[in-house]
C-alpha cells in the first residue's frame, strides 16, 4: 500500500459510511428504536453496536445448519468452524447444490466513502429478510490501518458484523498465527545462513520479508544480524504488513490443511549463489508453519446486527495481494447457504479482477452476481470536486465523474456477468442526484438501486429494492470467463490486466522488470496468474488521476514470484507494501471505560 497522497479517510479497505442522522438516512436510532429513526446526534458505528443485542453463537449456528459438535467457541458470540467436523455432519444429510456467490465490489475509492462492506452486509441481511437462505463471507480486518485511518472492515451503521470492536482487534488470533508463521519461517532461513548454510543460499537474493500488523515506516528497510558473529549474518532486510504476507494468500487460497501444508512447501524465499530458487520444502519447516496455522485455518463464524451468520476469514489487501477471503470459508458457506455475498477489496480494477482471474481459478467460486457500490459523493470527487464541498448538490460534478463508474460496470462485462449498481445512500445525497444516477444507469443498460443499508439496515427495508435486483440478477444466464489464458506470458497477462482493465496505452517495465521476467520463463512460473500491486484511488499506478483518465502507461518496476500462492506480484508505481501512519492517527482518539470496552473505535 502506498502512503496516502489524498485524505486517509477512506484510505483502508472497508471504510464505513458516514454521514448525518436523519429519518431513513443513517444511524441515529434510540435504543430500540426501528432503524433509521432519527435522534439529536448522529451515533458512531460502535455506539451502534455496543447497542445490538446479539444471539449466542450457537443459536446463530444451529440456523445455519452447523452441529454443535463443530464448533470451537471464543467466548459467546465467536466461533471457529472445524471443517472436518462440519464435513462429517453434512455427508448425512441430503445432497444440496452448492450456493451460489454474489460478489460485491465498488468503484474507485476517495476519501468521500463508498460502504463496500456495508452494502455487502446489508444486502445479505434483505436478501436474507426475503426468505433466502444466506451467508456472508468478509475479510478480517488488519489493525494497522485501524490504528492509523478512521474505518475497519465489519460494515456500519444498522449493517454491520457483530462483535465490532473484537472483530476489529484481535478477533480470534489469526493475524497473529500469520505472522508467527511468517517470521518463524524468516528465523529459521537466518538460523540455517548461520549454522552453515547447508542450501547456500545467497543472503543478498532474498525475497522473503518478515511481517508485522502494523503501518510501521520505519521498519521498511533495516539491517539485521549486527553486533559481532554470535549475532547472525549481517544483511539488509524489511519488514512488510502482515496483510502483505505469502503465508497469508497461501492461507486464503488452500482448499484444507494438506493443502496448505502443500503451498506452504512451495513459497519460494531467496536464491542460492547459483541463482536457484529455495523453497521451504528445501528447508524442510512446512510442517512446523502447518501447525502454527492449524487453528487459525477454521473460519470465523459471527453474526449482523439482523442475525444472518458471517464468515469472517482471512484478509489480504486487493492493492498489495489478492484481497479476497479465504476459500476455506467461502466454500464453507456454500455448503451450508444457497446464497453467499462476499467482496473483494477496493475497486472492482483490483479486488475483482483479482477474485476472477485468482480465486476462481482455485475452486469453483466464480460469482453468478455482482454488485458494483458507487456513492453521490464519490462520483463527485472524481468528477473534481473537493471532499469539504461534497455536501453541495452538483449534478455537473457527478456527470463529470460518472465515467469511473461506467469503466468498473464495463469491466465487470468482460468477465461475462452483467453487474448491478448499488448506489450507497448517504444523508446528503439529493433526489435529484439520485435520480440523475439512475436515470444514467437505465441510459447505460444497467440495473441499479438505491440502497439505505447504513440507516435502514439490520433487518430493515433500506436494501429490499437492491437485493430483489441481485436475486434477479442470480437466476439470469450468464457465461462466466477469465481475463485472460494462463498459457499466456507473464508480461502478455499483466498487458492484458493493465489495458482491459485499466485503459492504460501500455506497460514500462523496468530494468529489474525485464529481468525477473527472463527468471519467471527460466523457472518455469509464467503459468501463474498475475496479481497487480497498484495504487487503489486511481485507475492509472498515480493516485492523484482520478475519474476514468486516459493516455497513460502503467509502470511495472518489479515481480514477485509467490509460488506457495501460485501468483505472480507486480509492483506498479510507488505501491509499498508496508504502509506508514498519517499525521494524525486514529489510534490517538481510542480508548477504553472504566469497563473496559473500546472508546472511540470508528
Not at 204 to 222: I, P
Not at 499 to 511: C, L, P, T
Request: charged share 20%; net charge negative.
Amino acid at each position: 500500500m502506498s502512503e496516502p497522497t489524498i485524505p486517509a479517510a477512506a484510505s483502508t479497505e472497508a471504510a464505513a459510511t458516514k454521514g448525518t442522522a436523519v429519518p431513513g438516512s443513517g444511524p441515529g436510532a434510540a435504543p430500540g428504536a426501528a432503524p433509521g429513526a432519527a435522534r439529536g446526534a448522529a451515533r458512531s458505528d460502535l455506539e451502534i453496536a455496543q447497542e445490538a443485542t446479539m444471539r449466542p453463537i450457537e443459536e446463530i449456528a444451529a440456523a445455519a445448519g452447523i452441529n454443535a459438535d463443530a464448533l470451537e467457541f471464543y467466548g459467546r458470540f465467536k466461533a471457529k468452524i472445524n471443517p472436518a467436523k462440519l464435513a462429517a455432519s453434512l455427508a448425512g444429510r441430503p445432497a444440496r447444490v452448492p450456493g451460489k456467490v454474489v460478489l460485491v465490489s465498488a468503484m474507485s475509492p476517495t476519501p468521500a466513502g463508498e460502504g463496500k462492506s456495508t452494502t455487502t452486509v446489508g444486502l445479505a441481511d434483505s436478501l436474507a429478510r426475503a426468505g433466502h437462505k444466506v451467508m456472508i463471507a468478509l475479510r478480517e480486518p488488519s489493525l494497522g490501518p485501524i490504528l492509523g485511518m478512521k474505518g475497519g472492515a465489519t460494515g456500519g451503521g444498522y449493517s454491520q458484523v457483530l462483535p465490532m470492536d473484537e472483530i476489529n482487534l484481535h478477533f480470534t488470533g489469526d493475524f497473529h498465527a500469520i505472522t508467527s508463521a511468517n517470521n518463524a519461517l524468516m528465523a529459521l532461513v537466518d538460523n540455517h545462513i548461520f549454522q552453515g548454510n547447508e542450501l547456500n543460499i545467497d543472503p543478498r537474493r532474498m525475497t522473503f520479508k518478515r511481517v508485522l500488523d502494523m503501518n510501521d515506516r520505519s521498519l521498511r528497510e533495516v539491517v539485521i544480524g549486527l553486533g559481532g558473529p554470535a549475532q547472525g549474518i549481517p544483511r539488509q532486510d524489511g519488514f512488510d504488513i502482515t496483510v502483505a504476507s505469502e503465508i497469508m494468500a497461501v492461507f486464503c487460497l488452500a482448499t484444507d490443511l494438506d493443502d496448505l501444508r502443500d503451498r506452504l512447501g512451495r513459497i519460494t524465499f531467496g536464491y542460492t549463489y547459483e541463482r536457484q530458487p529455495v523453497t521451504v520444502a528445501d528447508l524442510g519447516v512446512q510442517g512446523a508453519l502447518t501447525m502454527l496455522l492449524k487453528d487459525a485455518i477454521k473460519p470465523n463464524l459471527v453474526q449482523t446486527i439482523a442475525g444472518t451468520p458471517a464468515l469472517v476469514h482471512g484478509g489480504p489487501f486487493a492493492n498489495i495481494a489478492h484481497g479476497c477471503n479465504s476459500l476455506i470459508a467461502t466454500q464453507t458457506a456454500r455448503s451450508l447457504a444457497d446464497i453467499v455475498v462476499t467482496e473483494a477489496g477496493f475497486g472492482a480494477d483490483l479486488g475483482a479482477e483479482k477474485f476472477m482471474d485468482i480465486k476462481a481459478r482455485v475452486a469453483d467460486v466464480a460469482p453468478c452476481a455482482v454488485v458494483v457500490v458507487a456513492t453521490i459523493r464519490a462520483l463527485k470527487m472524481h468528477g473534481g470536486i473537493a471532499k469539504d464541498q461534497l455536501k453541495v448538490p452538483n449534478v455537473e460534478a457527478l456527470a463529470a465523474g460518472v465515467v469511473n463508474l461506467q469503466r468498473h460496470v464495463r469491466n465487470v462485462e468482460k468477465f461475462g456477468i452483467t453487474p448491478v449498481v448499488a448506489i450507497n445512500k448517504f444523508a446528503t445525497d439529493t433526489q435529484e442526484e439520485l435520480d440523475w444516477l439512475l436515470d444514467w444507469c437505465a441510459a447505460e443498460g444497467i440495473q441499479a438501486a438505491v440502497a439505505d443499508v447504513w440507516g435502514r439496515g439490520g433487518g430493515g427495508d433500506g436494501g429490499d429494492e437492491l437485493a430483489a435486483k441481485v436475486a434477479a440478477a442470480i437466476d439470469a444466464p450468464h457465461t462466466f470467463r477469465h481475463l485472460y489464458p494462463l498459457e499466456m506470458s507473464v508480461e502478455d497477462k499483466i498487458s492484458t490486466i493493465v489495458q482491459e482493465i485499466y485503459g492504460a496505452d501500455g506497460v514500462d517495465f523496468s530494468v529489474p522488470a525485464l529481468k525477473r521476467l527472463a527468471e519467471i520463463e527460466k523457472n518455469g512460473w509464467s503459468g501463474f496468474p498475475v496479481c497487480m500491486a497498484k495504487t487503489q484511488y486511481s485507475f492509472s499506478d498515480d493516485a492523484t488521476r482520478l475519474g476514468a483518465p486516459k493516455g497513460f502507461t502503467v509502470h511495472v518496476r518489479d515481480l514477485i514470484p509467490k509460488t506457495g500462492a501460485g501468483f505472480i506480484v507486480a509492483l506498479t508505481g510507488a505501491v509499498m507494501t508496508m504502509p506508514g501512519l498519517p499525521k494524525v492517527p486514529a489510534a490517538m482518539r481510542m480508548d477504553v471505560d472504566a469497563e473496559g470496552n473500546p472508546v472511540g473505535l470508528f
